[in-house]
């Protein structure tokens, strides 16, 4: 069975900032960014996925509920991380505290010339029928 959505439009949305974008000097068809992600309390993003890109994170501060694909959603604390395959279906994402921020950094690495085509918005795609909720 496959658990339940946890977002809802009444929660507070998730920040993004880039932190840093390169092409990879001897791969050029890569690119390489990474986004802080920054939750207040009870945050929550909806189902989403990343454009074909191989997703890296890394939980700086509070608690990260995180569930992809089918699986059960885990707790990601400070100095832990997952790994999102390209075409990962990030089901659950939302600060696991009601009452405190959380924190993670994403590292995307994606091919250039999709990124270059789609534009920066490629990197998180909220489901169609979650999108016109918000």
Known sequence: MIPVITWRKDRPPVERKTACQHKLA??????????????????STPPHRHGGANVFAYVLEGEVLSGMNDEEPEICRPGESWYEPP?????VSDNNSTTERAKFMATFLIKTEVLEREGPGILVQIEPEYLAQM
Not at 34 to 40: A, I, K, N, R
Not at 87 to 91: A, Q, S
């Open 87 to 91: 075409g990962c279906r990030h089901r």
């Open 26 to 43: 001897d791969a050029p068809e890569w690119t390489i960014i990474s986004l802080e992600v920054s939750y207040p309390p009870d945050g």
